[in-house]
């Protein structure tokens, strides 16, 4: 059920409780994050940026946020797509959501957003009011992930989102 603002959210049983003593938590972004609005609180909050324009530097920076998470025991949000779409459906997932869970062995949660992409337009710096929804599904365990099932594993996970999704936010048709 929503509440009053128009928000739901699913499978809080698989989120942390209130009260619960939880590890850091740092969310991965583009490195143009600087340049929105909430970009000085982003940097200043200890997150994590990614070079999309270098593959190089992309992969060092997830190698590095590998070590963070094993050594320092920290948790990390990321979109498994790399950027949103313009219209809200889903897009191919990128390979670095599986070598982040090869590298470190720690469960992937996933978490289906809905509706959100009405909320602030790609491109556009305007909010605007509408219902989001989320669910949080049950974590995926990736310690028995091989490095030649990387396909495989990111069209299951892939596949999770789609079952999830509403219809108009699904991965579109090939």
């Known amino acids: 059920e929503d509440d009053v603002q128009g928000r739901r959210v699913v499978g809080d049983e ?14 991965v972004a583009k490195k143009e994050i600087l340049f929105y609005p909430v970009g000085l609180v982003y940097f200043l909050s200890g997150n994590f940026r990614v070079d999309r324009g270098s593959s190089a530097k992309a992969i060092r920076t997830l190698q590095w946020l590998g070590d963070c998470m094993r050594e320092g025991g920290i948790r990390v949000m990321l979109w498994p797509e790399g950027s949103r779409s313009r219209d809200g459906r889903l897009r191919p997932f990128k390979k670095g959501v599986f070598h982040l869970a090869l590298q ?27 219902p989001v929804h989320i669910k949080v599904l049950p974590p995926v365990a990736t310690e028995e992930w091989k490095e030649e099932e990387s396909q495989q594993r990111l069209d299951e996970l892939q596949g999770l989102f789609q079952a999830h999704l509403p219809p108009e936010q699904r991965l579109a048709p090939c």
Do not use: D, Q
């Open 104 to 130: 470190t062995r720690a469960p992937v949660v996933p978490v289906i957003i809905s509706g959100s992409y009405r909320c602030w337009e790609k491109g556009s710096w305007k909010l605007v009011p509408h």
């Open 14 to 27: 698989n989120a942390p409780r209130r009260g619960e003593v939880l590890p850091p938590t740092s969310v």
